[in-house]
């Protein structure tokens, strides 16, 4: 039975999910022009153009191929072009070379969208119960790729020597707010996504961890905090640092946040005090703002030189429930000092989409909570996010703790 046929209601209430929800896409790309949208500034980042091609490949490939009868694809070549890793439905266009594809032009990955767009509503007409959970899955895929998008673009503007704004308005500044400590007391606690409700698959299965008594801080590390670490030498004191990160931030000369000019830098305006650029453009330093754009190794100095640590994953997910915590899920993603591995009981899903998180457990950390790009309801405390720990250019902060109840 068609889910259609069982719920129209329901029916209705994803169509309009899956139309506002691309309508989000566009307008994140907006600002952009087509010369904006086909840079590629690294290897880990994709052209704006890609990343709208690439979701409207996820909804034809995975859903509108296998079950719309009579889908034309817009372009068997596409199935080439805007793979991005999965082994199990073909070969695909090198990731670093993806910046390379002038063509088709931004106006044909319009025409695309709005293809897959047209054959969605279709498919949404009789689409099988059974076949909600992909559909699902490719919303939030979705979603992931537009906090890509703003950090990617983000980067191409950080090696424009105009340092162009994404967005012109003036940001908000952040109010002063002192650090306080949150106690756990540690035990026995469920860690994980539950049966109901959507969670990518790293999320489950959920099950127990033990945890020592801990504190955590009620807010994330400010920029103020961190020019502090800066003044007093924290990047020239190997004792701080992870070996591996020591010999990393050598070879590429780190002095600061990846986003951060020094009093004096000739990119930005005659000033005495730091600069951070954003998607607002080249800024003031805000002392009270949390701190972004940060390494893995970086935030584990910081966390040293502090008298702290990074939390571990489960203690982060345990504190989203004490009260007076904030900052959770709307300014950074935190590093943990947690390696991405698989939940006890991990299982990939079925078919091609299993190759979706599980391929990728190894040689990374986990992130947790959310920034001030994520999309809004997309973030949750059982998320996981993970990249490598050198990779600074995403919305990446950090929240301290410490073991144990000091009385510091």
Known sequence: ????????????????????????????????????????????????????????????????????????????????????????????????????????????????????????????????????????????????????????????FSCNPLLPAYREETPPRHAPHALEWLSHPGGQVEVGAGEDGFAFDNERPRHAALLAPFRIADRLVTCGEFADFIADGGYRQPSLWLSDGWALALAQGWQQPAYWLAPGDARAPASEQWQVFGLHGLRPLDPHAPVQQLSFYEAAAYAEWAGARLPTEFEWEAACGLPGIAQLFDQAWQWTRSAYHPYPGFRPLAGAVGEYNGKFMVGQLVLRGGSLATPAGHARPSYRNFFPPAARWQFSGLRLARDGESSS
Do not use: C
Request: hydrophobic residues 40%; aromatic residues 8%; charged residues 20%.
């Open 1 to 156: 039975m068609s889910a259609n046929s069982s719920d129209p209601t329901q029916i209705e209430r994803w169509r309009q999910r899956y139309t506002a929800l691309r309508a989000h896409t566009e307008v994140l790309a907006a600002p952009l022009s087509a010369e904006d949208q086909a840079i590629q500034s690294m290897p880990d980042a994709s052209p704006t153009k890609w990343h709208q091609a690439h979701t409207s490949w996820f909804f034809e490939t995975l859903l509108l191929a296998p079950l719309l009868p009579g889908y034309r694809l817009f372009d068997p070549a596409y199935r080439y072009l805007f793979n991005s890793y999965y082994e199990a439905l073909g070969p695909r266009h090198p990731r670093p070379q993806r910046g390379l594809l002038s063509r088709p032009g931004l106006a044909e990955v319009q025409a695309y969208r709005a293809h897959v767009d047209a054959a969605m509503g279709q498919l949404l007409e009789r689409i099988e119960s059974a076949a909600l959970p992909l559909l699902e899955l490719g919303l939030q895929h979705e979603q992931q790729h537009q906090e890509l998008m703003l950090t990617d673009i983000l980067h191409a």
